[in-house]
Nanobody
Framework: EVQLVESGGGLVQPGGSLRLSCAAFGFWFSKYDMSWVRQAPGKEIEWVSTISSDGGSTSYTDSVKGRFTISRDNAKNTLYLQLNSLKTEDTAMYYC???????RGQGTQVTVSS
């Protein structure tokens, strides 16, 4: 059974940082591209970032470029998202997803507020 378990969210002040993690279970993690998406209250789900299966290629939505960094450790079956210089508009539930098969975790809440 495919499982994705996110962690690392929390309340942080503007300008602060967080590191999100996503532990993957039940599939060959290193064979799949992985992504982060987010959903703010009352808004549609927004794609944030994608990393290739070997970690060699990454892409970001424009609003997070230069502030967020996606990475992965295939030996640990874990996906990461480093969030720096956080803004109030980054407040959302963050999910890791595997597009193939349409799998998504339960999410981790990031709240940016002073």
């Amino acid at each position: 059974e495919v499982q994705l378990v996110e962690s690392g969210g929390g309340l942080v002040q503007p300008g602060g940082s967080l590191r999100l993690s996503c532990a993957a279970f039940g599939f060959w993690f290193s064979k799949y591209d992985m992504s982060w998406v987010r959903q703010a209250p009352g808004k549609e789900i927004e794609w944030v970032s994608t990393i290739s299966s070997d970690g060699g290629s990454t892409s970001y939505t424009d609003s997070v470029k230069g502030r967020f960094t996606i990475s992965r450790d295939n030996a640990k079956n874990t996906l990461y998202l480093q969030l720096n210089s956080l803004k109030t508009e980054d407040t959302a539930m963050y999910y890791c997803i595997r597009r193939i098969g349409n799998y998504r975790g339960q999410g981790t809440q990031v709240t940016v507020s002073s």
